[in-house]
């Protein structure tokens, strides 16, 4: 079984979340929302299928990227985040939370050997495009 089947988004700090949202639509044509941008594209193996992978920016101050003290958040797309976690205890990797479900996936996180938190996103990818189509009306 796929372990990582690709980026789920990139999160980051930044002193001016707003104004770094402004600048990224006015100079490369990002179409933001209060929480940043996604980006659509195709699957693989179904071309019938939509996913997407986040872009976003954080306030300066987040705790939500503790207990990392790193600028930055890498959030991977996962094919089956229970089974994932399970293998990656079992190798001795910090699992830092329970598992938490929202209507457009499941999310977890952990932390490389180097301090970065690493976001786990088994995507439903369906109901995200339905919640993206109903923030951007």
Known sequence: MKRVTGIGGIFF????????KD??????????DEYGTSFEWRQADDAN????S???PFDANTKYFEPSD?????NYRVEDLEWLLEELKKEGVEVLDE?????????AHIIDPEGN?????????EEYDNMAEGRTK
């Open 70 to 74: 790193k600028e930055f958040m890498v």
């Open 99 to 107: 598992i938490e479900c929202l209507e457009y996936g499941k999310f």
């Open 117 to 125: 938190k690493i976001q786990l996103w088994e995507a439903d990818d």
């Open 13 to 20: 700090k930044c002193r001016n979340p707003k104004s770094m």
């Open 23 to 32: 600048w990224y639509t006015k100079h490369l044509g990002f179409n933001t």
């Open 54 to 56: 986040v872009w976003s």
């Open 49 to 52: 299928k939509k996913g997407f």
